[in-house]
């Protein structure tokens, strides 16, 4: 089956740090642009960071820049985001989603992971 | 990387058509015909209705389409049912390689 599984969501503190990552299956993740694109409660979608196949094209929010890395490992067929000097504001639910290979749209997404930040 | 303009919410009966229209700038929806729009259910994951300003993916209703005229980009659904009820977002690609979303419509079907 065709699907993308987000993990490693949680409650972390403000100022903390967590490393998401998705599960690839059922096509050939090394050919695919891969994203995260995030959604607060209650509000509406963001996209936070973009990934070439070969991971030589990386581009970040401006809100997340310098604090959250966007990587992924072929082998494993996995995407991760590093994220770091975690704030209030980034608490929202974490998809995965992966980039038609020749058309500008996402047409893969996760079920999400949710990132609480708080005290 | 500012989001792209929606109404907050629109409504209609069933039959009725609706749009929704998505407001960007030259930077991102007046600059690159790479419009998607997406519907997402409570809960759920977005799924893509059109892509490309006008493109339907196979197993989308063709009671969805779309346009773009200038800066503004708009999601029409014909044929009103209740299953439509549902959020929708359009999403740009953007100059320096970003993507940009709106900032979602709730569509009521009274």
């Known amino acids: 089956e065709v699907q993308l599984v987000e993990s490693g969501g949680g409650l972390v503190k403000p100022g903390g740090s967590l490393r998401l990552s998705c599960a690839a299956s059922g096509f050939t993740f090394s050919t695919y642009s891969m994203y995260w694109v995030r959604q607060a409660p209650g509000k509406g979608l963001e996209w936070v960071s973009s990934l070439s196949p070969n991971s030589d094209y990386i581009f970040h929010a401006d809100s997340v820049k310098g604090r959250f890395t966007i990587s992924r490992d072929n082998a494993k067929s996995s995407l991760y985001l590093q994220m770091n000097s975690l704030r209030s504001e980034d608490t929202a639910v974490y998809y995965c989603?992966?980039?038609?290979?020749?058309?500008?749209?996402?047409?893969?997404w996760g079920r999400g992971t949710l990132v609480t930040v708080s005290s | 990387q500012s989001a792209l303009t929606q109404p907050a919410s629109v409504s209609g009966s069933p039959g009725q058509s609706i749009t929704i229209s998505c407001t960007g700038s030259s930077s991102d929806v007046g600059g690159y015909n790479r419009v998607s729009w997406y519907q997402q259910y409570p809960g759920k994951a977005p799924k893509v209705m059109i892509y490309?300003?006008?493109n339907r993916p196979s197993g989308v209703s063709y009671r969805f389409s779309g346009s773009k005229s200038g800066n503004t980009a708009s999601l029409t659904i014909s044929g009103l049912q209740a299953e439509d009820e549902a959020d929708y977002y359009c999403c740009s690609y953007a100059s320096s390689s970003t993507w940009v979303f709106g900032g979602g419509t709730k569509l009521t079907v009274l």
């Open positions: 490309e300003v006008t």
């Open positions: 989603a992966r980039k038609s290979q020749f058309d500008w749209y996402f047409d893969l």
